[in-house]
């Protein structure tokens, strides 16, 4: 093909027609940057649909990470109510001098229990490593960050404040007053217990009553959060839905 347009340059030179010869040659260099133009926008194409699929599937991964979050929160709340029903057996007991049972001694373990957390982020992580303006949608990608830089991180910090108080204050009151009973392998956990090496001592401390509420708020506040984070997992689940159904 080029060997055929120079050809046609070299005759119409060779008869002397500067003026046809002037308007061909425009026209190839006219041709040859439509085909440049149209090349790059092929390349450009290409490249958009490259950067589509690859946040559907960054997107795809997040979504199964925030499923995945939502079913460990699920759980992680209904630990924290069966340490606060714990609370408020053991609250009830000894604020009411009421008789010491054997019933009790697990009820007093669980009371110091804090559940950890834990979470999927290898999605969100893929992103960022990716470039988050792979995701277009700009409230769809706010929706992300937000997630995980806000609400998750939130989460983060009452897991550790909750797990300081419970080394700084909850253990100590909770060694002097009882005697955690000796466990066996896989022995379920609600088997355990701990038992109080003077019961009247357990019924008069106003430092261990004080501790439980405290700590009964605590596990409260951890509660909300959860419910919180998994709120917004719907509805960044639904968005996500909602982005791949509209591509």
């Given amino acids: ?3 055929f347009f120079r050809q046609i340059r070299f005759d119409l030179m060779e ?3 500067t003026g046809k010869y002037l308007k061909y040659a425009f026209g ?4 040859v940057v439509i085909g440049i133009l149209i090349a790059l926008q092929i390349n450009n194409w290409n490249e958009r649909s ?3 699929v690859r946040s559907h599937e960054i997107l795809l991964e997040i979504k199964e990470n925030v499923q995945f979050n939502s079913s460990q929160f699920i759980s992680e709340i209904k630990e924290e109510k069966k340490v606060i029903k714990s609370i408020d057996i053991v609250l009830e007991n000894i604020s009411n001098y009421k008789k010491y049972n054997d019933s009790l001694e697990f009820h007093f373990y669980n009371t110091g229990y804090w559940p950890s957390s834990s979470r999927k982020s290898s ?6 490593s990716q470039g988050v303006e792979l995701i277009k949608t700009t409230t769809l990608r706010q929706t992300v960050i937000d997630l995980y830089e806000k609400t998750y991180n939130e989460l983060s910090e009452i897991i550790l404040e909750t797990r300081a108080d419970h080394g700084l204050s909850m253990v100590p009151v909770f060694t002097e007053l009882f005697m955690i009973q000796p466990s066996l392998p896989n022995q379920p956990f609600e088997e355990m217990g701990a ?3 003077n019961y009247d001592e357990v019924i008069h401390s106003q430092k261990f009553k004080g501790i439980l509420s405290y700590w009964r708020n605590q596990r409260t506040v951890a509660i909300q959060i959860r419910q919180d984070a998994i709120n917004k997992n719907n509805e960044l689940i639904n968005a996500i839905d909602n982005e791949l159904d509209r591509k």
Avoid at 28 to 31: A, D, N, S, V
């Fill in 123 to 128: 999605g969100y992580e893929t992103l960022k």
């Fill in 15 to 17: 008869q002397n027609k």
């Fill in 195 to 197: 038992t109080p090496f």
């Fill in 28 to 31: 190839e260099i006219l041709l």
């Fill in 50 to 52: 490259k950067d589509l």
């Fill in 1 to 3: 093909m080029i060997k």
